[in-house]
């Protein structure tokens, strides 16, 4: 065999995999055909949360009156801002394809797909490995309906030539509701079209009504209940029809109507690895496809496709698999956050999914963050604990508002050592934070759940 381990696709996953097997030891190569990094450092995350910064920017000039500061504000200069992540991103890309070079993998600028088993064609090349592992992660989905094809996808967002005056986003999952709030921060009129009658499916009800009041205070036009029927071109402008009859005039489409998992076209009949009916690679618990040398990490499993779990999937595979260190990453309370403006962090189970199994105890706090006594900024943070009422475990926790992604990082790791409310409330609180209503939420909301039922 020419490799010990191939990885097909230099993402989040891959380049992780690749890199600690190639540091104990294992003749690696890793393959990519598009952009090192893949979706989180190209088309996703990083330029996501730069585009997020620079809407806040905006917010910020307008707060500062209230604190005695004259800031005029001059137009935004999308270019610039456009330039400036393109060159951060382009230093990001070379940092990964460095990382697989430092560690002496061999790289393959190219795409590679299975012939057999363990044969893969790399850019017309015949290459053999003992190994492989399927990185390639996901794509936008293209939902069809007429017109559609004069939508863009989030691909495109990154590189739009200018900053459209009137923007209709479809969709209300994570990457709808984040670019709505960038587009918006930055000056545009944003009308935001989804088919639920909240944003953001799956996760918690009091989290979801709060962003959707957290929206509208944005300025943005919420439209639920609604799916797109037809796009037309008038000039310059769109016209967006939705299911309700209604016409929009904008500038911009932007569908967000979720990702799909990137096997087309990798030959995976050819290497007997059994796909699930979204086309994603079925693993188990340990990462294995249907076949045993053969594993898949990352968003091509869609199951939880966040990138920090990805990294972690690969680093794990590559100390089981070279390492002597076989482990395996739980897919329970894993963090995660929409970078809306404000944030939405979230760990564990929603009050919804809590109280299924159990009575719950829950906690809830919205208040106006200090900063906004004195900006007059309309702005709300919410937060809310779920708590085992048996147990006293702290099942669940949530937060709209500003730093939510930066508060829950910390709380997860007491919900990941199973932290008790006793546990939260014994801990010292920060004055003046927001973070430390968490410790400080004493006062019962209500009761949820089998026993509430009962009563
Ligand atoms: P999501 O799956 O989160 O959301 C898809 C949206 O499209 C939902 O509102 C869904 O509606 C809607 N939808 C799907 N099909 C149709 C249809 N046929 N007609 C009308 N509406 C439809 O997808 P995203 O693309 O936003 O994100 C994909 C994944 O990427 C996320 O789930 C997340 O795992 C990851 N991600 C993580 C980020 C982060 O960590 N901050 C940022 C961006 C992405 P409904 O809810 O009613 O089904």
Same mark, same amino acid.
């Given at each position: 065999?020419?490799?010990?381990?191939?990885?097909?696709?230099?993402?989040?996953?891959?380049?992780?995999?690749?890199?600690?097997? %190639?540091?104990?030891?294992?003749?690696?190569?890793?393959?990519?055909?598009?952009?090192?990094?893949?979706?989180?450092?190209?088309?996703?995350?990083?330029?996501?949360?730069? !585009?997020?910064?620079?809407?806040?920017?905006?917010?910020?000039?307008?707060?500062?009156?209230?604190?005695?500061?004259?800031?005029?504000?001059?137009?935004?200069?999308?270019?610039?801002?456009?330039?400036?992540?393109?060159?951060?991103?382009?230093?990001? =890309? +070379?940092?990964?394809?460095?990382?697989?070079? =430092?560690?002496?993998?061999?790289?393959?600028? &190219?795409?590679?797909?299975?012939?057999?088993?363990?044969?893969?064609? /790399?850019?017309?090349?015949?290459?053999?490995?003992?190994?492989?592992?399927?990185?390639?992660?996901?794509?936008?989905?293209?939902?069809?309906?007429?017109?559609?094809?004069?939508?863009?996808?989030?691909?495109?967002?990154?590189?739009?030539? &200018?900053?459209?005056?009137?923007?209709?986003?479809?969709?209300?999952?994570?990457?709808? /509701?984040?670019?709505?709030?960038?587009?918006?921060?930055?000056?545009?009129?944003?009308?935001?079209?989804?088919?639920?009658?909240?944003?953001?499916?799956?996760?918690?009800?009091?989290?979801?009504?709060?962003? +959707?009041?957290?929206?509208?205070?944005?300025?943005?036009?919420?439209?639920?209940?609604?799916?797109?029927?037809?796009?037309?071109?008038?000039?310059?402008?769109?016209?967006?029809?939705?299911?309700?009859?209604?016409?929009?005039?904008?500038?911009?489409?932007?569908?967000?109507?979720?990702?799909?998992?990137?096997?087309?076209?990798?030959?995976?009949?050819?290497?007997?690895?059994?796909?699930?009916?979204?086309?994603?690679?079925?693993?188990?618990?340990?990462?294995?496809?249907?076949?045993?040398?053969?594993?898949?990490?990352?968003?091509?499993?869609?199951?939880?496709?966040?990138?920090?779990?990805?990294?972690?999937?690969?680093?794990?595979?590559?100390?089981?698999?070279?390492?002597?260190?076989?482990?395996?990453?739980?897919?329970?309370?894993?963090?995660?956050?929409?970078?809306?403006?404000?944030?939405?962090?979230?760990?564990?189970?929603?009050?919804?999914?809590?109280?299924?199994?159990?009575?719950?105890?829950?906690?809830?706090?919205?208040?106006?963050?200090?900063?906004?006594?004195?900006?007059?900024?309309?702005?709300?943070? /919410?937060?809310?604990? /779920?708590?085992?009422?048996?147990?006293?475990?702290?099942?669940?926790?949530?937060? !709209?508002?500003?730093?939510?992604?930066?508060?829950?990082?910390?709380?997860?790791?007491?919900?990941?050592?199973?932290? &008790?409310? %006793?546990?939260?409330?014994?801990?010292?609180?920060?004055?003046?934070?927001?973070?430390?209503?968490?410790? &400080?939420?004493?006062?019962?909301?209500?009761?949820?759940?089998?026993?509430?039922?009962?009563?």
């Amino acid at each position: 065999m020419d490799f010990d381990l191939f990885v097909i696709g230099g993402g989040s996953a891959g380049v992780r995999c690749g890199r600690i097997a %190639a540091g104990h030891g294992a003749r690696v190569a890793v393959a990519e055909e598009r952009f090192w990094g893949g979706t989180c450092v190209n088309v996703g995350c990083v330029p996501k949360k730069l !585009l997020v910064q620079a809407g806040e920017y905006g917010g910020w000039a307008d707060d500062a009156a209230g604190f005695g500061w004259t800031i005029k504000k001059g137009p935004h200069d999308w270019a610039k801002l456009i330039a400036a992540k393109d060159r951060e991103i382009g230093r990001l =890309n +070379a940092i990964y394809r460095r990382l697989l070079d =430092n560690a002496h993998a061999t790289i393959f600028d &190219t795409r590679a797909v299975f012939l057999d088993p363990h044969t893969l064609d /790399v850019g017309g090349q015949r290459v053999t490995a003992e190994r492989i592992v399927i990185a390639t992660g996901g794509h936008p989905t293209r939902v069809a309906f007429p017109g559609s094809e004069h939508a863009i996808i989030s691909d495109d967002a990154f590189y739009l030539p &200018t900053m459209p005056r009137r923007v209709a986003v479809l969709g209300s999952g994570y990457i709808a /509701v984040e670019f709505a709030g960038i587009f918006a921060a930055l000056g545009a009129q944003v009308d935001l079209v989804y088919r639920a009658p909240l944003p953001l499916r799956g996760f918690d009800q009091d989290m979801r009504e709060a962003l +959707a009041e957290a929206l509208t205070a944005q300025g943005i036009t919420l439209h639920p209940g609604c799916t797109p029927r037809a796009l037309a071109l008038d000039g310059d402008a769109k016209i967006l029809t939705l299911s309700n009859g209604t016409d929009l005039t904008t500038d911009l489409v932007f569908s967000a109507l979720g990702r799909a998992p990137a096997t087309a076209g990798l030959g995976l009949d050819k290497a007997g690895v059994t796909t699930g009916l979204t086309g994603a690679v079925v693993v188990d618990a340990h990462l294995h496809t249907s076949q045993p040398h053969i594993y898949a990490i990352g968003d091509v499993t869609d199951r939880l496709n966040l990138t920090p779990v990805a990294t972690a999937e690969g680093h794990a595979l590559a100390d089981s698999l070279f390492g002597k260190l076989a482990r395996s990453i739980s897919l329970h309370n894993v963090p995660t956050a929409v970078f809306s403006t404000p944030p939405l962090a979230t760990v564990g189970l929603t009050e919804e999914q809590a109280a299924a199994h159990g009575p719950v105890d829950v906690y809830v706090s919205k208040f106006t963050p200090m900063r906004h006594t004195l900006s007059g900024r309309a702005r709300k943070s /919410v937060m809310k604990l /779920v708590v085992d009422q048996t147990t006293q475990k702290v099942l669940g926790a949530h937060m !709209l508002g500003e730093d939510a992604p930066e508060i829950m990082q910390g709380l997860a790791i007491a919900l990941v050592m199973g932290a &008790t409310k %006793a546990d939260f409330d014994r801990t010292i609180g920060i004055h003046p934070t927001a973070a430390e209503e968490f410790v &400080t939420m004493r006062t019962r909301t209500r009761v949820a759940g089998v026993a509430k039922a009962a009563e």
